[in-house]
């Protein structure tokens, strides 16, 4: 079985920064990629960041220039780096990972519980 075990979530005054981690554990025979999403109230979940296997990134034009993404590969890591935050930025994030568990099987999509973030003006 794969887990997502997310941390780093909060009440953050806008202008400030928060450093949201992920974690993979369980059955993964490769990572192909690791990223974000958030949920806001009445929205539909969408995409924060990403990072490949090999390190490509991509981000949402809402958050380039604030939100940094980065893995630990040795630690099955992936790190979102959020600054200059503000009210809108106010969601649920949920990590996402792109594995698979056997060398035959395809990738599937794995999804944390998400970490509560949340800016007060």
């Known amino acids: 079985q794969v887990q997502l075990v997310e941390s780093g979530g909060g009440l953050v005054q806008a202008g400030g920064s928060l450093r949201l981690s992920c974690t993979a554990s369980?059955?993964?025979?490769?990572?192909?990629?690791m990223g974000w999403y958030r949920q806001a109230p009445g929205k539909q979940r969408e995409l924060v960041a990403t990072?490949?296997?090999?390190?490509?990134?991509l981000s949402a034009d809402s958050v380039k220039g604030r939100f940094t993404i980065s893995r630990d590969s040795a630690k099955n890591t992936v790190y979102l780096e959020i600054n200059s935050l503000a009210p809108e930025d106010t969601a649920l994030y949920y990590c996402?990972?792109?594995?698979?568990?056997?060398?035959?099987?395809?990738?599937?999509?794995?999804w944390g519980q998400g970490t509560q973030v949340t800016v007060s003006s």
């Open positions: 369980g059955n993964i025979f490769r990572i192909n990629a």
């Open positions: 996402n990972l792109q594995a698979r568990i056997t060398r035959f099987s395809g990738s599937d999509s794995y």
């Open positions: 990072i490949t296997n090999g390190g490509s990134t």
